[in-house]
């Protein structure tokens, strides 16, 4: 045997063996995201299953384009002030036999800077656990500006959690 077949032996057998890291390297790459998906798809589940609101009452203020909402923390999950931006807050009302369907963005500005189709927190009832934060069993008052809803003949609210559980709500017509 003469050099040259020991030699091509030798980069076969290193191909073979790079080759094979490479295959183990992914398999073992894939196996790792697969692995964290899973958990991240259990902590959402998780965190689904723990949050729930009701919302209590919806009143419209008598002679403004305010909707006044009290929604209770009824689940098992505390829900942060910086979480607010990602709570979704829909209204539909008719007037005059039309319909008006509007999301309404959250802002920390007091009542009376309200914009249209803003809503803001007003206060939590009792937030005597961690005051500011939403907990369990508390009950968050919002105000909600949607223009045209003081001459509306019904009115619908909705508040969905940032994990998508919701509840909605007739507004009571003054």
Same mark, same amino acid.
């Given at each position: ?6 030699i ?15 295959t183990?390297?992914s398999?073992f ?6 692995a964290d998906n899973?958990?991240?798809?259990r ?7 723990k949050?729930q ?15 006044a909402?009290t ?11 910086? !979480?607010?931006?990602? @709570?979704? $807050?829909?209204?539909? =009302?008719?007037?005059s036999g039309s319909?008006? %369907?509007?999301?309404?963005k ?9 914009n ?11 937030d005597?656990?961690?005051?500011g934060?939403?907990d ?9 500006k949607i223009p045209?809803?003081g001459s509306? !003949?019904?009115?619908? @609210?909705? $508040?969905?959690?940032? =994990? ?6 007739? %507004?009571?017509?003054?």
């Amino acid at each position: 045997m003469g050099y040259g077949t020991v030699i091509a032996g030798l980069v076969v057998v290193g191909m073979i063996i790079i080759s094979a890291h490479i295959t183990f390297q992914s398999e073992f790459d894939t196996a790792t995201t697969i692995a964290d998906n899973t958990r991240n798809i259990r902590e959402v589940s998780y965190n689904i299953a723990k949050m729930q609101l009701t919302v209590t009452s919806a009143n419209i203020i008598n002679g403004t384009d305010t909707v006044a909402v009290t929604v209770e923390n009824d689940g098992n999950e505390k829900i942060l002030l910086s !979480d607010y931006d990602n @709570i979704d $807050v829909i209204s539909q =009302y008719t007037s005059s036999g039309s319909t008006y %369907a509007n999301w309404n963005k959250y802002t920390s500005s007091d009542v009376a800077s309200l914009n249209a189709n803003e809503w803001t927190n007003v206060s939590i009832f009792p937030d005597s656990i961690n005051p500011g934060i939403f907990d369990p069993g508390e009950e968050l008052d919002i105000m909600i500006k949607i223009p045209g809803v003081g001459s509306a !003949d019904t009115c619908w @609210i909705q $508040v969905t959690t940032p =994990y998508g559980k919701s509840s909605a709500q007739m %507004a009571t017509i003054p």
